[in-house]
């Protein structure tokens, strides 16, 4: 920024330069009157400095030039940029100049704007002549700024761009030609296009230059070598450059590389047609969709199960293998897919070639293209009649199970009552006083029996989970009420271990409040059985969102248990303790994670042994919460 | 007013049978003890009712009987001009709400579950007692 301050006020500055007399003296007063900055420079030297930092115009005596001087000042005029062309006033003598001067003056004649003052000189004049020359150089400047901008716009263009003349040479190239191939812009300027690019990309290009050099705009694509001599794919165009009076002198050459694009477009190609060849393959249905639903492709299964032609498929041809009574849904859904742009989902029947309507699982997906607007969708249809039919068929073996399980443990429990009953009445008839063995004797029997009896209970519980209810699985449950009623049920242990139990407002979560209860009832069983003899059992249940789902939690400082064994404590009949330590069926926990995945949920436990256990239980929430 | 109470029982297992004489024994309740074994021998008993002389004063009933159910007896009792308004226990070892819902929707009088422990059971003693009072039946000493 300094620098270009500094250089737009030496751009205005007079460097004057008459070494002998009081000419210095004069014109400096004079052009200060004036109000134009001026330098006195009393050696050619200091000129010759003073100028290389830019100047706006020089003043100099005739008799400051002698041939060294004039040799010296050549040189500094001769480097300049092609932009400039310095004013130099060179203030003459009176009279013919001598043969020597006129030849001083010839050599410095074009390399500056030579005007020539005949002394003696009138002050306007001089002032006049000094304006003009100011002026002029101004305009030098601003050309040069303006060349120097458009230069950095093109430099950091990604595009090589290039001035070509008629004689098909580079008169200006821009920076992206040194990165491509590694020449500066001086090495390339001058030199012939076929020089630089090479013969087979200037004989692909050369019918291109010709059209251009007639007047027109061309553009084509072709290839490359870089620096590195890799082939490249590259996009070309030529404008050619016409004179006022129409006559084409050249042409501006714009050539972009296009390798990446070409790659993808291939590669994007190659996946297509891999894709395609595949989804020809799998048994499902499957086909295409523009954004706007228009179905574009189907894979050969599809035509293989309808028996129909493409053309009868296209665009919205599908609906006459659907079902008139199902269409209706089937059309508002995916119009509101296409509108919304989310995912379908969906059951329903589709016509074969057989004239069967067979259920089909039906997903689909946008396909989103790098700026998130759907660019297509892809939808499959997958038979499920056969998977219907085994659900179907599963279902019915597990109610048939559940069934007997209920039924099997309902009949045991009859001839077990019988069995503790009659021991009770025969230690009743004999009299335990006879021998005192018998007590003990019965006492065994009941234990054995009362073992039975819970194991048979929670058999029970476990196949009602699915059992008694039906299918009741779509209802909502208030987690705060399933605990109170759970807690009511275990509020005379919690008083006999005088434990605390503390707990967070509870939510609303898809499931059924009495089964929910139960696993807060065998969660909290758990964490008054398992307590730690010598502390007073402290049960806190909270909840928390997480990801869409409530996950609660009941938190114990009881005796804990090893990590490894978190997942086995939630299997059928898997326990840690034997049962005179803690007693128990095995079935709790199992009974839990049963009733939780019932209602699509998770169950899990951390802990550590002496640290206390943590249950965790995730559930959907409830769709107004 | 000094007669054994008449008490009808329906009941397929003979340990159970035994268990409600237990309970009568253990209250001191005199008694004349009518038993039939499956739901066709109870029918056939409703059904032959003909004097009241010969009407039980109680009916124990069993739910879950062999050939008739105990729903089907009660339907019987109340239906017969005799029996209609006598009252009725259900003893069952059913812990079913549907059960006892209905059962009492249908007009028992007491439901009582069949326990395992025997002094639990023998309380149907105290209930046969209670109801032969509430109803001014004989129920002895």
């Known amino acids: ?625 | 007013m000094t007669r054994p109470l008449r008490i009808f029982l329906a009941e397929d297992n003979p340990g159970d049978v035994e268990l409600v004489r237990e309970s009568l024994r253990e209250h001191h309740i005199e008694h004349t003890l009518s038993v039939a074994r499956d739901g066709r021998e109870a029918k056939r008993f409703i059904q032959g009712i003909e004097e009241d002389a010969s009407c039980p004063d109680l009916f124990l009933l069993d739910l879950n009987l062999p050939k008739a159910d105990g729903y089907e007896l009660m339907d019987l009792l109340r239906a017969h001009p005799l029996c209609a308004n006598k009252p009725v226990i259900v003893v069952t070892s059913s812990d079913a709400k549907k059960d006892r819902d209905r059962a009492a929707q249908m007009g028992a009088a007491r439901y009582f579950r069949k326990s395992s422990e025997l002094i639990e059971f023998l309380q149907l003693g105290l209930l046969i007692r209670e109801l032969a009072e509430e109803n001014g039946l004989p129920v002895g000493a």
């Open chain 1, 1 to 625: 920024m300094k620098e270009s301050a500094d250089s737009v006020e030496r751009d205005s500055v007079v460097l004057l330069h008459a070494p002998v007399g009081r000419d210095a003296k004069l014109l400096h007063d004079l052009f200060h009157r004036a109000r134009i900055h001026s330098q006195v420079c009393l050696t050619v030297e200091e000129l010759c400095r003073e100028m290389g930092h830019g100047v706006g115009a020089v003043f100099i005596t005739e008799e400051a030039l002698d041939a060294e001087s004039v040799h010296r000042l050549a040189t500094v005029l001769q480097e300049q940029g092609t932009w400039s062309d310095l004013p130099l006033v060179v203030l003459t003598v009176g009279g013919e100049p001598s043969e020597a001067s006129r030849k001083r003056l010839a050599r410095l004649e074009p390399l500056g704007d030579l005007t020539l003052l005949e002394r003696p000189l009138r002050s306007d004049t001089i002032v006049s002549a000094a304006r003009t020359a100011l002026r002029a150089r101004a305009k030098q400047y601003e050309v040069r700024r303006r060349d120097a901008e458009l230069q950095l716009v093109t430099d950091n263009v990604p595009v090589l761009i290039s001035y070509i003349d008629r004689a098909q040479v580079y008169r200006r190239v821009n920076q992206t030609y040194t990165r491509w191939f590694g020449l500066r812009p001086e090495q390339l300027v001058g030199r012939t296009i076929k020089s630089v690019v090479g013969e087979p990309h200037y004989t692909a290009a050369q019918p291109f230059i010709a059209r251009a050099l007639d007047g027109e705009h061309v553009s084509f694509e072709s290839q490359l070598w870089d620096k590195d001599g890799k082939l490249r794919d590259v996009a070309v165009s030529y404008a050619p450059d016409r004179s006022a009076d129409g006559d084409v002198r050249g042409l501006v050459s714009l050539v972009q590389d296009i390798t990446e694009r070409n790659n993808n477009e291939r590669a994007l190609r190659d996946s297509e047609r891999q894709f395609r060849s595949l989804a020809d393959t799998i048994p499902n249905l499957a086909w295409m969709a523009a954004a706007d639903g228009h179905i574009f492709w189907y894979n050969r299964r599809w035509y293989e199960y309808t028996g129909r032609t493409p053309e009868e498929m296209a665009g919205w041809g599908w609906q006459s293998v659907h079902d008139p009574q199902v269409l209706p849904e089937v059309l508002d859904r995916w119009r509101e897919s296409i509108a919304t742009g989310k995912p379908f989902e969906m059951v329903f029947p589709l016509r074969g070639s057989d004239g069967v309507f067979r259920p089909f699982l039906t997903r689909i997906v946008p396909v989103r293209d790098s700026s998130g607007t759907v660019a297509r969708w892809f939808g499959t249809n997958t038979d499920i009649d056969e998977q219907k039919r085994i659900e179907d068929a599963l279902r019915q073996a597990n109610r048939n199970l559940e069934e007997f399980a209920y039924v099997a443990s309902h009949d045991l429990q009859e001839p077990l009552r019988m069995v503790n009953v009659y021991s009770q009445l025969l230690l009743k008839r004999i009299g335990p006083e006879t021998n005192p063995q018998l007590q003990q004797y019965a006492d065994y029997i009941r234990t054995g029996i009362r073992r039975i009896e819970e194991l048979i209970r929670d058999l029970l519980t476990y196949s009602r989970v699915t059992h008694a209810n039906g299918d009741s699985v779509a209802g909502y449950a208030d987690l705060g009420s399933a605990l109170r009623q759970a807690l009511i049920r275990v509020d005379a242990r919690v008083q006999e271990n005088q434990a605390e139990v503390s707990f967070d407002p509870l939510p609303t979560v898809s499931g059924d409040e009495g089964q929910l209860s139960h696993v807060f009832q065998n969660l909290l069983s758990n964490a008054l059985k398992y307590r730690k003899r010598e502390e007073t059992p402290r049960i806190h249940i909270t909840a928390e969102r997480r990801d869409g789902e409530w996950v609660v939690s009941v938190r114990d400082n009881g005796i804990g248990f090893e990590p490894e064994q978190a997942e086995r404590i939630f299997g059928l009949f898997k326990r840690l303790h034997r049962d005179e330590e803690y007693p128990g069926t095995g079935l709790g926990l199992a009974i839990c994670k049963h009733i939780v995945e019932r209602y699509r949920g998770r169950i899990w436990a951390e802990s550590q042994p002496g640290a206390g256990s943590t249950f965790f239980v995730s559930l959907p929430g409830a769709p107004c919460d």
